[in-house]
């Protein structure tokens, strides 16, 4: 697939296949996370990989934005330490984890874990105190889906200017 296909048919997925995902692919998303780019190449991030199943049952009680993670066959945990922009350096491995995914045949969806439910993960996980946790992405074989449904986007020339603010980019449609 190429990148711009992969990236144009990319969906957020959060039901999946029960079907294992083979130890090669797992380790293709994390090498595809381990050569994204970070700020003044610190890598500060770690990637916990959870297959466990009471583990995963665990994961999708405590995240109550995701508790589809539940049902994931696969579950990796993004942990960011010490830098200065945790949540640039995190998005840009996991979006590339995401991607390679779903060129796999994979689905994921990133799920927000806040306050109290942060605590509960990284006790669960055994993730140091001062590290940060940024997302629990789960993992699984994709449902097939009718083609063009899901969110859709701004229409472009909502989002795009012609060399200043406000002026329309004629090209765009
Ligand atoms: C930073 C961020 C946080 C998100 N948090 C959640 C979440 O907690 N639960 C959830 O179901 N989806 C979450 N999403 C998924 C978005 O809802 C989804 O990406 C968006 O609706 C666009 O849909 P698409 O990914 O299919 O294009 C999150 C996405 C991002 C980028």
């Known amino acids: 697939m190429d990148v ?6 990319r969906r957020t997925v959060r039901d999946f296949k029960p079907d294992p995902v083979p130890n ?16 003044s190449n610190t ?3 770690h990637f916990i990989v959870v297959k466990d199943r009471d583990t995963i ?7 109550t934005q995701g508790t ?9 945990a993004v942990v960011m330490g010490e ?6 350096d995190a998005g840009r491995a996991l979006q590339q984890m995401e991607l390679v995914g779903w060129s796999e045949g994979l689905g994921t969806c990133f799920v927000g874990i806040r306050g109290e439910q942060q605590t509960e993960v990284k006790t669960l996980l055994g ?32 989002i795009t200017h012609g060399e200043k603010f406000g002026q329309a ?3 765009a449609e």
Do not use: D
């Not at 049952?57 to 995240?63: F, N, S, T, V, W």
């Not at 940060?132 to 009718?146: A, D, K, Q």
């Open 68 to 76: 589809f993670i539940g049902q994931a066959p696969l579950a990796i």
């Open 127 to 158: 993730i140091p105190e001062e590290m940060e946790l940024i997302t629990v992405l789960p993992f699984g074989y994709r449902i097939p889906r009718e083609p063009g449904t899901g969110t859709p986007r701004k229409p472009m020339s909502e």
């Open 169 to 171: 980019l004629t090209f």
């Open 43 to 45: 890598q500060p991030w």
């Open 24 to 39: 090669a692919i797992i380790h293709k998303i994390l090498q595809a996370a381990r050569w994204a780019p970070s700020s």
């Open 57 to 63: 049952a665990e994961l999708g009680r405590i995240c």
């Open 83 to 88: 830098t200065r922009r945790p949540q640039l």
């Open 4 to 9: 711009f296909n992969c990236i144009r048919t």
